[in-house]
């Protein structure tokens, strides 16, 4: 099966910081990457899908790159309402699919 | 819109069975994968279950494999999974979500494994 890691675990951040995230797979799964965020209380959202495609209504401030085993997840300047968790999942053709474990961002 | 709407939670002992049901809406439901989720309370997600459009093919997590199938009505826009011989440890919020990408997620329903 594939393994999903993300690093940071958690992390501290402020307002207009340049964050990024970085998940890697235990093999290649081409580009079938997503990025969800979940703030407490709330259902999971998907930011990007296919490594880099932007999910429609989503602030171009975030953005994703990478392919094969290593993917980024890049926020250009940190707003108030992205503190959040935030998560990576394979969906390759190779089931069973795999979250990472997530990265939680806060206010530093 | 995508709706996604989740039922049929609840408490349930350990070893019983339980059926959780989605009900989805405001796209051609037929021709998307469509997946189940879970989360325990202040942990991570974990992926459950994907069952492919026409409802042929199902894959599963090693956790629920051989406990948990899945299967969907395409007239009725509806999928659903079957849960049985429950543990403690399948207690969790699960939510339906579109395509195996997870494009749109329902609220969720809450199950609780405890005797």
């Known amino acids: 099966d594939i393994q999903m890691t993300q690093s940071p675990s958690a992390m501290s951040a402020s307002v207009g910081d340049r964050v990024t995230i970085t998940c890697r797979a235990s093999q290649g799964i081409n580009n079938y990457l997503a990025w969800f965020q979940q703030k407490p209380g709330k259902v999971p959202k998907r930011l990007i899908y296919?490594?880099?495609s932007l999910e429609s209504g989503v602030p171009s401030r975030f953005s994703g790159s990478g392919s094969g085993t290593e993917f980024t997840l890049t926020i250009s300047s940190l707003q108030p309402e992205d503190f959040a968790t935030y998560y990576c999942l394979h969906h390759s053709g190779y089931p069973p699919f795999t979250f990472g474990p997530g990265t939680k961002v806060d206010i530093k | 819109e995508v709706q996604l709407v989740e039922s049929g939670g609840g408490l349930v002992l350990p070893g019983g069975s339980l059926t959780l049901s989605c009900a989805a809406s405001?796209?051609?439901?037929?021709?998307?994968?469509m997946s189940w989720v879970r989360q325990t309370p202040g942990k991570g997600l974990e992926w459950v279950s994907t069952?492919?459009?026409?409802?042929?093919?199902?894959y599963f997590a090693d956790s629920v494999k051989g406990r948990f199938t899945m299967s969907r009505d395409n007239s009725k826009n509806m999928i659903y999974l079957h849960m049985n011989t429950l543990r403690t440890d399948d207690t969790a919020v699960y939510y339906c979500?579109?395509?195996?990408?997870?494009?749109?997620w329902g609220q969720g329903t809450l199950v609780t494994v405890s005797s």
């Open positions: 979500a579109k395509e195996a990408s997870l494009g749109a």
């Open positions: 069952i492919s459009g026409y409802g042929d093919s199902s």
């Open positions: 296919a490594a880099s």
């Open positions: 405001g796209f051609i439901f037929g021709s998307y994968a």
